[in-house]
C-alpha cells in the first residue's frame, strides 16, 4: 500500500476576490487520516467536501481575520451545529484565530456551539500548539491588521506565510520547509504599493531562496493578473522552479 506521509491540496488562492468559478484562500493538510484545514475563504467549503466528509475535519486555523480568509467559517459553523444536532458529529471542532479585529472575533467567539475558539495570542505554550496531531509554531507577520505565519510539522515541515509584507522572521520561521506555501499578491511594479501588507511574487522567490526551502508554492493571487507572469517572477527570486496553488491542485511531501 503506498504510504503518503503528508498531503497539502489548495482548496482556493485568490484574493481579495475569486475569479469565475474559483475561491479565495483555504488549504487542507492531511497527514495519517487527521485533516487541518488553514483559513476559510469565501467558496473553500464546498470544495473541502469534495475531499473529506465534514466529520472528518479535526481542526481549523486561520492566519488573520480579512473577509478573503475568513468567510466560509460561517457556513462551517452551520454546518457542525447541524452534524451535532442531527447525530452525525458529537464533538466541536478547535478553531485557532488571532483576537484582532474585535468585532470580527467576537462574532465568531460567538459560535461556540460549533467550535472551541482558541486565541492564538494566548497560547499556553506561546506561539506553539499541538493542533491535529502537528506540531504549529506561530509568528507574527506584518499586515494591516494582526496576522500569523505558521510552521506546521508532523513527518515533514510545512510553513505558510499568511499575508505579510517582507519579514525576516519569517525567513527564519521557513528554514528548511519541504514546503513554502507562500503569498505572492503582486508583481514587481506593486512593490511600493504593497510593502506594508504584502510580498510581490519575486519577494516569495527571495524569502524561499533565503530559507533555503526545499519547494516554494505561490499563492494569494489578484485575479486579473496572468499566473504565469507571477510563476516566472517568483522564479526569479527562488533561483528555482515554483509551484503555482489553484483549486484543487495537491503536494505530497
Ligand atoms: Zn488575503
Ligand atoms: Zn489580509
Known amino acids: 500500500m503506498e504510504v503518503i506521509p503528508i498531503k497539502l491540496t489548495v482548496l482556493g488562492c485568490w484574493a481579495p476576490y475569486p475569479r469565475v468559478s474559483g475561491a479565495c484562500s483555504g488549504y487542507l493538510l492531511q497527514e495519517a487520516g487527521r485533516n487541518l484545514l488553514i483559513e476559510a475563504g469565501n ?75 482558541q486565541i492564538i495570542e494566548d497560547l499556553p505554550e506561546p506561539g506553539t500548539a499541538e493542533i491535529a496531531g502537528f506540531k504549529v509554531v506561530f509568528v507574527p507577520g506584518k499586515h494591516n491588521l494582526p496576522v500569523f505565519s505558521m510552521s506546521i510539522e508532523g513527518k515533514k515541515k510545512l510553513v ?55 519547494t516554494l508554492m505561490i499563492t494569494h493571487f489578484y485575479p486579473e493578473y496572468s499566473l504565469s507572469e507571477l ?15 489553484r483549486e484543487g491542485a495537491t503536494i505530497q511531501l
Open 43 to 117: 467558496g473553500i467549503l464546498a470544495r473541502l467536501l469534495q475531499h473529506i466528509d465534514l466529520e472528518e475535519l479535526d481542526a481549523v486555523i486561520l492566519s488573520h481575520l480579512h473577509p478573503d480568509h475568513i468567510m466560509d467559517i460561517y457556513s462551517l459553523r452551520h454546518a457542525i451545529e447541524a452534524a451535532n444536532r442531527e447525530g452525525r458529529m458529537q464533538r466541536r471542532i478547535p478553531l485557532y484565530l488571532p483576537t484582532g479585529p474585535a468585532e470580527d472575533f467576537d462574532r465568531i467567539k460567538g459560535f461556540n456551539k460549533a467550535f472551541v475558539v
Open 231 to 245: 510563476q516566472q517572477q517568483a522564479e526569479a527570486g527562488f533561483g528555482q522552479a515554483v509551484e503555482v496553488a
Open 160 to 214: 505558510y506565510s499568511g499575508d505579510t509584507a517582507y519579514n525576516p522572521e519569517l525567513i527564519h520561521l521557513a528554514q528548511g520547509a519541504d514546503l513554502f506555501l507562500c503569498e505572492a499578491s503582486g508583481q514587481d511594479k506593486d512593490a511600493d504599493y504593497l510593502k506594508e501588507n504584502h510580498l510581490t511574487a519575486r519577494q516569495a522567490g527571495q524569502l524561499a531562496q533565503r530559507a533555503g526551502a526545499k
